[in-house]
T-cell receptor, first 115, second 111 residues
Framework: DGGITQSPKYLFRKEGQNVTLSCEQN?????MYWYRQDPGQGLRLIYY???????QKGDIAEGYSVSREKKESFPLTVTSAQKNPTAFYLC??????????????FGPGTRLTVL | RKEVEQDPGPFNVPEGATVAFNCTYS??????FFWYRQDCRKEPKLLMS???SGNEDGRFTAQLNRASQYISLLIRDSKLSDSATYLC????????????FGTGTRLKVLA
């Protein structure tokens, strides 16, 4: 089955620890995205990547880092510098280049809780 | 003014009713528009893209009004299973691949 997988589904972190959230897709999409969703709020863009070995900051990149070494993978690291990391993290991917088919598809998300 | 605005609701409607949501956007250069559905504690799933000519998929109809900068979603013959939050999404500017999400409109269909 084609799709986007995220792991783990739930993650608990102690303050001061870095954690890495996994995102893998087998849709052959060039673009991948990380969003954060807080209760009652819309999705906010953390980072996005349109091509391997390249990525751009979104609106709330502080305290996060990413890498894009493979087309299929776009892991997100939540560092200790992120002051309020408890949230629902969503990874998405899309085709690049065709505006009429630039739909984003989402993974099931990771719920991160800082203890 | 927010880049994408939606009425948060909730819209409580009886089964079989017709309900409509609007979403306004501020960037006139926006090119692509979408409606997503998000169930509680789940990921958003594409409901439909919104084309300039409007489009229909079964009980769902989406319209785009570029002059007034809003998109709409009409749901006819509401089902209990339609209860969810509906997110309006706008591609910010052509080519940048940055999408702006509304905070969503919550719909509850009542038996």
């Amino acid at each position: 089955d084609g799709g986007i997988t995220q792991s783990p589904k739930y993650l608990f972190r102690k303050e001061g620890q870095n954690v890495t959230l996994s995102c893998e897709q087998n849709l052959n999409h060039d673009a991948m995205y990380w969003y954060r969703q807080d209760p009652g709020q819309g999705l906010r863009l953390i980072y996005y990547s349109q091509i391997v070995n390249d990525f751009q900051k979104g609106d709330i990149a502080e305290g996060y880092s990413v890498s894009r070494e493979k087309k299929e993978s776009f892991p997100l690291t939540v560092t200790s510098a992120q002051k309020n990391p408890t949230a629902f993290y969503l990874c998405a991917s899309s085709i690049v280049g065709a505006e009429t088919t630039d739909t984003q598809y989402f993974g099931p998300g990771t719920r991160l809780t800082v203890l | 003014r927010k880049e994408v605005e939606q009425d948060p609701g909730p819209f409580n409607v009886p089964e079989g009713a017709t309900v409509a949501f609007n979403c306004t956007y501020s960037n006139s250069a926006s090119q692509s528009f979408f409606w997503y559905r998000q169930d509680c504690r789940k990921e958003p799933k594409l409901l439909m893209s919104v084309y300039s000519s409007g489009n229909e998929d079964g009980r769902f109809t989406a319209q785009l009004n570029r002059a007034s900068q809003y998109i709409s979603l009409l749901i006819r013959d509401s089902k209990l299973s339609d209860s969810a939050t509906y997110l309006c999404v706008v591609n910010k500017i052509s080519g940048t691949y940055k999408y702006i999400f509304g905070t969503g409109t919550r719909l509850k269909v009542l038996a």
